[in-house]
């Protein structure tokens, strides 16, 4: 008789994932199960609409017809942002934020079978100071069970704006730039300064990804942690970066 060994249990999905660039979160569309949540915290000016645009624009990111059910974004500044004008024009977008708006995209998921490719879908909150409320944290847990592939939730301040359910479960952080309030950089960097082996390291670290206006900071939250300048080039793996070094 086999020994009761518990093992991995296999994705079975509707074919070969799509491929995407290994820099970017790991999206995983075409697959059953998994699903990224992507923390990005930016000032005002410094480019958030712009890399949401070309997330879903540009074919060297995701592209337009990466997520088979297509691309939900929520922003209060939707109408007002000029950069996020082609985002209007070919994805499903709203200005207002709500919970039922949110529960009824959760029911239009939950209606869908499982096997269908259309339900694996992005969502975008952006813009959302004050608007985070436990409707989305209860989303942020459950997201990959609503066939949500990439949840994106895009703020301007971490401390107030970030609460540590959100936290827990962000599997990619951005961090844009310019960032001129220290005390909220200082936070950013206590909440993931460990993983790349001190807050002081992290500071570091974020001023070489950041040498230029608009660059910005990229983490996978993986094993072990990823930290890269833009998506563009890998400077620091986990625990392995210049303080240690030194």
């Known amino acids: 008789m086999e020994l009761p060994i518990i093992q991995k249990i ?10 995407h660039h290994p820099n970017l979160p ?23 609409s712009t890399i949401i645009s070309n997330f879903f624009l540009s074919d060297s990111l995701y592209g337009q017809d990466f997520f088979p059910g297509g ?25 207002t934020y709500s919970p039922e708006l949110i529960n009824s995209i959760i ?7 499982d096997d269908d490719p259309n339900k694996e879908i992005a969502l975008v909150l952006d813009d959302c100071v004050g608007l985070l409320d436990k409707t989305i944290s ?3 847990t459950r997201s990959r069970h609503y066939g949500i592939k990439l949840l994106i939730i895009s703020v301007q301040k971490f401390r107030s704006a970030v609460d540590p359910i959100i936290r827990a479960n962000a599997t990619d952080v951005i961090v844009g730039s310019p960032f001129p309030n220290i005390r909220e ?9 460990d993983l790349f082996t001190s807050p002081k390291n992290w500071m ?29 080039e890998l ?8 303080e240690e070094e030194m």
């Open 26 to 48: 790991e999206v995983q569309v075409g697959v059953k199960g998994g699903g990224k949540c992507l923390l990005m915290i930016s000032p005002r000016q410094t480019g958030k």
């Open 10 to 19: 296999k994705d079975e999905g509707f074919g070969k994932a799509k491929s």
């Open 138 to 140: 209860n989303l942020v």
């Open 71 to 95: 691309v939900i974004i929520i922003s209060p500044t939707i109408n007002m942002d000029s950069s996020s004008r082609f985002l209007k024009q070919r994805f499903e977008t709203y200005d």
């Open 185 to 193: 950089l200082s936070a950013i960097s206590e909440e993931y300064g």
């Open 107 to 113: 029911r239009r998921q939950q209606l869908m079978d």
């Open 204 to 232: 570091k670290l974020y001023k070489q990804a950041t040498p230029n206006k608009y660059d910005f900071a990229y983490m996978k939250l993986q094993n072990p942690p990823l930290f890269f300048h833009n998506f563009e």
């Open 235 to 242: 400077i620091a793996e986990g625990g392995k970066g210049e």
